[in-house]
């Protein structure tokens, strides 16, 4: 078993202040060796590293409103301070300006049964906005479209203009989770004249809970919201129905930011590329979600500026992602279109998004599909992607630590570089999915509460983050990166851009300990992907 060093953060466990972390954790100095071996640089990416840029977020955040979500200053502080580490540590780091569609909730939205039985919903719990929601407050009949309201996976309620033949203009249109995307089902519903719009969970496969989708972009202007399976029945029942809604929202094109650095060395035709999200929600600081991530790759980063790996590998910083992965969605769209010869040398991506949950497992993403068949829910991992996994998943094992697995949801920024056949891999310690006794008999913590309590919420602050996850994450992530760095073959078998190995394969490395079938709950309740959620 490979020596592990002493988890120094250990006692710390969820770290309560920032004034705590300045305090007692410094960070080091870049180690003066080249941290050309996986040892070497785990001992370099610290726990008090990894913190210290934990504090500065949360910081950043506290001085601008509790936000650092794109599109507003606390992002742009965050970008600032991410370029800044990135050229003290010796690299030369490139900022990728695009345009994007800022939204946020001006006051909390409402939704109530008027008649036949007076009914106040509660969000999140029985219901949430869309992101992209108009803005309204309105009073109507309730119709449904296109559904019977029972269980359904395949229904495509509210996809085709032909579906609102006889709609009654004025009212409320109550459609039904499934096939097309959220956008498309509220923009057929405001052109027949629907006053709002509710969305309804398709009641099966565990789709029951109420959720926050997106419309990918401001195309209606009415109220839309996103509501459990037991709300929109009861909305839908009896015909007749009488509910109000009300949301208040801001739209606006603003720019934001991606942010990249490259190491100086390496087969720039063979790129090892590694990204987590920089922007929070809205509503927090997302000192978890995803500072966590961040925080990770920016210290593994700077202690592998004197490395000198056999690829090039690439460190990205995406903006707007909890709008819809729309940075990582800029990025691979970008060369795709303009640089297709530059997108064919990316070997591999490895993504981090949450790292750090309070109640956490390590999750792996199930890169061979074993865990999570494909399906709703669950995306094919790309040739290679199975390879990814089994290197993370021996690690782990190394370490004498169990591991578990989650699905290629396609609700992070790995997605859009699946969706182009990219081998993709990476950890997540779970959002708000709930941890099971069998989960919490290996992994530790408490069954029955939510990996993270504070998912996309204000209290996703500093002291919101489990420091022992960091440091044992942080580890795999800086093992994984140097791995690639210097041999790519057994994911993509030549050693240069996208691999040649079958797709769909099973490969050795099961997880350690797993019991879990969760999967950290990611894959129910990141609504970004702007296609159907299913």
Request: glycine share 12%; charged share 15%.
């Amino acid at each position: 078993m490979t020596r592990r060093r002493p988890h120094v953060a250990r006692a710390l466990g969820v770290i309560g202040t920032a004034a705590a972390v300045a305090t007692a954790l410094a960070v080091p100095a870049t180690a003066e060796s080249n941290n050309n071996i996986s040892r070497k640089l785990r001992q370099a990416v610290t726990a008090q590293g990894v913190a210290q840029h934990l504090s500065a977020f949360d910081a950043i955040a506290a001085a601008n409103g509790g936000t650092r979500a794109s599109g507003t200053p606390g992002y742009t502080a965050s970008r600032d301070y991410v370029v800044d580490q990135l050229r003290a540590a010796g690299y030369s780091p490139t900022v990728q300006e695009f345009s994007f569609p800022f939204y946020r909730e001006l006051s909390p939205a409402q939704l109530s049964q008027v008649s036949p039985d007076a009914t106040a919903y509660s969000s999140p719990l029985d219901f949430s906005s869309m992101t992209y929601s108009g803005s309204g407050d309105v009073t109507a009949t309730v119709v449904a479209v296109d559904t019977t309201l029972t269980p359904s996976l395949t229904n495509t309620s509210g996809c085709e203009a032909a579906d609102f033949a006889g709609f009654p203009a004025g009212s409320i249109a109550l459609m039904q989770r499934g096939t097309c995307a959220f956008g498309i089902k509220a923009a057929n519903a405001q052109a027949a004249g629907a006053v709002g719009a509710i969305i309804f969970n398709n009641g099966t496969d565990g789709r029951t809970a109420s959720f926050a989708g997106t419309l990918g972009a401001p195309l209606v202007t009415i109220p839309v919201v996103g509501t459990s399976f037991a709300a929109g029945v009861d909305l839908g029942t009896p015909t007749g129905t009488v509910a109000r809604m009300f949301t208040n929202t801001e739209s606006a094109i603003r720019q934001t930011w991606n942010v990249f650095a490259e190491t100086a060395t390496g087969n720039p035709d063979n790129v090892v590329m590694t990204g987590a999200h920089l922007d929070s929600v809205i509503a927090g600081a997302g000192v978890n979600d995803n500072g966590s991530g961040s925080a990770a790759i920016l210290e593994v980063a700077r202690q592998m500026k004197k490395a000198k790996p056999v690829n090039k590998v690439r460190f990205a910083w995406w903006g707007a992602e909890e709008l819809g992965l729309l940075g990582s969605r800029h990025y691979v769209a970008d060369l795709v279109a303009n640089q297709p010869d530059e997108f064919a040398k990316i070997a591999l991506y490895l993504n981090f998004d949450m790292v750090g949950s309070p109640n956490y497992v390590r999750f792996v993403y199930d890169g061979d599909n074993s865990a999570f068949p494909v399906g709703p829910g669950a995306a094919a991992g790309p040739e290679g992607s199975g390879a990814i996994e089994a290197a993370f998943h021996s690690y782990f094992a190394g370490q004498n630590l169990a591991s578990a697995e989650t699905a290629f949801s396609g609700r992070s920024d790995y997605g859009p570089f699946i969706e182009q056949g990219v081998p993709a891999g990476g950890l997540f310690t779970g959002a708000e999915g709930v941890k099971t006794a069998a989960e919490a008999a290996i992994f530790g913590g408490t069954a029955g509460v939510a990996y993270d309590v504070c998912y996309h919420q204000a209290c996703d602050t500093l002291a919101n983050v489990n420091m022992q996850a960091i440091d044992e994450n942080s580890d795999a992530i800086a093992h994984l990166v140097l791995t690639y760095g210097f041999d790519t073959r057994s994911v993509n078998g030549t050693g240069t851009g996208h691999p040649v190995s079958p797709p769909g394969q099973e490969v050795p490395g099961s997880p350690s300990g797993s019991t879990s079938t969760t999967g950290g709950g990611l894959h129910d309740d990141h609504e970004h992907d702007v296609r159907e959620a299913s």
